[in-house]
């Protein structure tokens, strides 16, 4: 089992930034992908990053790219994402994911219970 631990969200005007963290536990964090999904209301789970193993490769929706960033630790057993230039469509709530990823929900077998991101305009 792997534990995940999202903190890091909150309330935050358009154009602002946020740092989401995933601290995870358990079993062996360098063995998965990790993934950044969000989930807006009456909206389905949709992807947004990920980013394999050692951290070689990184993975980002459209919707995304260019403004977030994802990156891991593999000391601190944690995952990051570096949100800039938000817009109020980023309002979610935001989950990682471990698992084999990169892209996929069905790809990640473990879930956070998730961390809101408002975004003002």
């Known amino acids: 089992q792997v534990q995940l631990v999202e903190s890091g969200g909150g309330l935050v005007q358009a154009g602002g930034s946020l740092r989401l963290s995933c601290a995870a536990s358990g079993r062996t964090f360098s063995n998965y992908a990790m993934g950044w999904f969000r989930q807006a209301p009456g909206k389905e789970r949709e992807f947004a990053a990920a980013?394999?193993?050692?951290?070689?490769?990184?993975y980002y929706a459209d919707s995304v790219k260019g403004r977030f960033t994802i990156s891991r630790d593999n000391s601190k057993n944690t995952v990051y994402l570096q949100m800039n230039s938000l817009k109020p469509e980023d309002t979610a709530v935001y989950y990682c994911?471990?698992?084999?990823?990169?892209?996929?929900?069905?790809?990640?077998?473990?879930w956070g219970q998730g961390t809101q991101v408002t975004v003002s305009s």
């Open positions: 980013i394999r193993r050692s951290g070689s490769s990184t």
């Open positions: 994911a471990a698992g084999r990823g990169p892209l996929n929900l069905n790809e990640y077998d473990y």
